[in-house]
């Protein structure tokens, strides 16, 4: 903390799960914070993206949640203030019951994710931790097919400094619209344009991003892994593709598997003609470095893990890799190099796919979930397969939410407990694509009786804890700076060239990763050689059919993270804008904006119609968090992706593998 003009300033870090991972400054002033910017000084994100009006106004919004409540009935919206006495004795007496009655703690299940990855936050799978075994989620629907492509190939993940894009002569933007999910990655990519780099947009959609870019490459979704492969195709041809043995584990096998593909059906799954090809092929053998930054967008396919692992091999044999500018980027796993003490992680948790949550929970009988605290999550919006979710509420005698607002989980929630923001509490974050980390430090008390997830945890193991002493190992002692020391071990502290982490106060640290990674050809796979895939025989991919002709698309949108649109509320529509090609549309009687329905397999949803001229034929488009509604996923079965469990114990999830069919409402 420090005082500039009349106000006091105080650092933070965003802490929801964004590329990005601004550093914040917030000034503050007679207790109130007048207004934030991004900390110029360390990491130059000012000004910062328009979702910052959402970060400010969340603090005091006034449907904040702020004080503890409980639900008469779920879903009856009948809520009723309670003291946090009252609110933590009655979820106490509910875990002792149950643990009684189960002679288990796996009836108790926790589901977190997204809200706020910083270091404290993992308090809340340490109050789990400390009570026993218990049932919890691993995995992520962010990127861990992506993940493991990248593990398999170099043997790690690891991303170029963004700054490398500066050197780059040619950047392929696949599978990602930073334009929207990395706003401040954008300038790095207009100075390298105005160097003279060329810019490649790959994506089913018009995006924000294509529009910047000098060309743009119309995919069908899922198409990636064809065009790769047309690409290799081409390049040898060209005789343009070039590998070290002494660097690469399986080039030869693929190149000749790949050499025997017929182009045509190839095209097909691509969605290109063979002059579009050819073209990105020149622009590929004639521009070195190649920078690609593959998205998570293109591995929410059930071929994802495939689809990178093929990126990573073009990038690997264009003699890309290693080299200043180049790189297929895609994710720097920065903040694993903490211990998570706090999280106090044992090897008899209970684990179900996040992915595929409800189905996994229905299926334990032995003993059943019964009590669901759900925390930097809204479940019943963001998670895929709604209806099966749903169905699992009646099984739950207890379900606990902790949200600054009355989230769709929420409304359907026994008791919501009001968490604190990034403003009030102290906290470590450091994201998975930048190379820095910061802290959060607390500007204001908190609001009203709002509670940060680690006070919340220790109040919860001090109450079970005298109620049934010995009921919970978790260190509810520990002060908030006591935790953080024990996260900064001497081995972390000098792997980000500090001495505490105390020294945050001054500003971000940096990782100590290459700025290149692969730079010396020497890979941390088993054998240090960089692993090309095989490829099966025939390679998935999901297609429209006669009866849901439309591949459905979600991506994230660009004024809220996720579903974190609470601050929008009054700007928001009631139902989901979907794009529609005009042609199309007018077709099956569909009018520009006007109400309609989308339906699948899984159920239907009403969506109000938007032409637009950019859309392909054969796809629908809306975006994460764009109407108060939600309800999106209903139509996603959430089917499971190829790759995943060897990075985070589950498979990732094929959040755009959905097809529907659309009529007038
Ligand atoms: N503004 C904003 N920023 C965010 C978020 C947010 O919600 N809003 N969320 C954050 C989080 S949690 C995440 S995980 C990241 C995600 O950010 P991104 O990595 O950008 O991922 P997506 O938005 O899922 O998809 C990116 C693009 O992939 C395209 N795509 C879909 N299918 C295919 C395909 O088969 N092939 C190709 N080539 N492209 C395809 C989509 O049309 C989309 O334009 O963003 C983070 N940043
Ligand atoms: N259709 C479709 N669905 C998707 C995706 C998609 O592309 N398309 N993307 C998926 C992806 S990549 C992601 S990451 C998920 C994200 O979905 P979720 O994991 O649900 O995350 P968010 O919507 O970002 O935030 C969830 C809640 O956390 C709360 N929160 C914020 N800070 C805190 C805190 O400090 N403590 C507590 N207890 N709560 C807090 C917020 O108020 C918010 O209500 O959605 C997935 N769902
Ligand atoms: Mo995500």
């Not at 997204?114 to 962010?142: A, I, K, R, W």
């Not at 999910?181 to 995006?207: C, E, F, L, N, S």
């Not at 189905?359 to 019964?370: F, G, I, R």
């Not at 109407?627 to 992706?641: E, I, Q, V, Y």
Request: net charge negative.
């Amino acid at each position: 903390m420090f005082f500039r003009d009349k106000y006091q300033v105080t650092r933070h870090i965003c802490p929801r799960n964004c590329y990005d991972t601004c550093p914040i400054l917030a000034y503050t002033q007679g207790g109130k914070i007048a207004y934030i910017t991004g900390d110029k000084e360390h990491g130059a994100s000012e000004p910062l993206c328009c979702k910052q009006e959402e970060i400010l106004s969340t603090v005091y919004h006034p449907q904040r949640l702020l004080y503890p409540q409980k639900q008469t009935a779920r879903g009856s919206g009948i809520w009723q203030p309670i003291s946090w006495e009252e609110a933590i004795d009655t979820i106490a007496r509910k875990i002792l019951e149950l643990k009684e009655r189960y002679h288990s703690t796996l009836p108790l299940c926790l589901n977190k994710y997204s809200g706020n990855f910083g270091l404290m936050h993992y308090s809340v799978e340490g109050m789990f931790n400390g009570l026993g075994p218990t049932t919890q989620t691993t995995g992520t629907p962010c990127f861990s097919s992506g993940l493991d492509a990248q593990r398999l190939d170099f043997g790690a993940n690891a991303a170029a400094d963004i700054r490398q894009m500066l050197e780059a002569r040619l950047i392929i933007l696949w599978g990602i619209n930073p334009a929207w999910t990395a706003v401040h990655t954008m300038p790095v990519i207009y100075a390298a344009q105005a160097r003279g780099a060329k810019v490649v947009v790959i994506d089913p959609v018009y995006t924000e991003t294509a529009r910047k870019a000098d060309y743009y490459i119309e995919l069908r979704p899922g198409g990636d892994a064809a065009l790769v492969i047309l690409l290799l195709q081409k390049l040898a041809k060209m005789d343009k593709l070039s590998y070290n043995a002494d660097q690469v584990t399986g080039a030869e096998e693929l190149l000749a598997t790949v050499a025997k593909m017929p182009a045509a059906p190839l095209l097909q799954a691509a969605g290109q003609n063979k002059a579009a090809i050819d073209f990105l092929a020149d622009l590929l053998a004639n521009h070195h470095p190649t920078h690609i930054w593959a998205g998570f967008g293109l591995q929410r396919h059930i071929q994802g893990g495939l689809t990178i692992r093929l990126i990573d091999a073009l990038g690997q044999l264009t003699g890309n890799i290693g080299v200043p500018g180049g790189g297929v980027n895609f994710a720097d796993k920065g903040m694993d190099i903490f211990p998570y003490k706090i999280a106090g992680q044992r090897a008899d948790t209970r684990f179900v796919n996040i992915n595929n949550f409800a189905h996994s929970l229905k299926q334990l009988n032995d003993p059943p979930v019964k009590f669901l605290w759900i925390a930097c999550r809204d479940l019943l919006r963001q998670d895929v397969n709604l209806t099966e979710l749903r169905q699992l509420w009646s099984q739950l005698e207890l379900i606990v939410v902790a949200d600054k607002f009355l989230t769709h989980s929420a409304q359907m929630a026994d008791i919501v407990l009001p968490v604190t923001t990034e403003f009030e509490e102290l906290d470590v974050y450091g994201g998975y694509f930048r190379h820095w980390l910061g802290i959060n430090e607390p500007a204001i008390p908190p609001r009203g009786e709002a509670k940060s997830d680690v006070d919340i945890a220790r109040l919860l193991t001090r109450r079970l804890n005298e109620l049934a002493p010995g009921t919970s190992t978790f260190p509810a002692h520990l002060s908030d700076e006591q935790f953080l020391d024990a996260e900064f071990t001497p081995a972390v502290c000098q792997q980000i060239g500090i001495k505490k982490w105390q020294d945050l106060y001054n500003g971000i640290a940096f990782y100590r990763h290459d700025p290149i990674p692969w730079r010396d050809g020497k890979f941390a796979t088993d054998d240090g050689k960089f692993h090309c895939c095989t490829l099966p025989a025939n390679f998935p991919q999901l297609l429209p059919s006669e009866k849901y002709p439309f591949h459905f698309l979600t991506p994230h949108g660009q004024e809220s993270i996720n579903g974190q649109n609470h601050a929008l509320q009054n700007c928001l529509p009631e139902y989901p804008p979907v794009y529609i090609n005009p042609t199309v549309g007018k077709k099956l009687q569909l009018q520009d904006k006007h109400p309609a329905i989308i339906w699948n397999e899984m159920g239907q949803i009403m969506v109000t119609v938007e032409f637009r001229q950019d859309m392909a034929p054969d796809i629908l488009l809306s975006h994460q968090g764009n109407s108060k509604m939600g309800g999106l996923n209903a139509l996603n079965a959430g089917l499971p992706t190829d790759l995943g469990q060897l990075t985070t114990d589950a498979v990732g999830v094929a959040f755009y593998d959905v097809f529907v069919n659309i009529r007038p409402k």
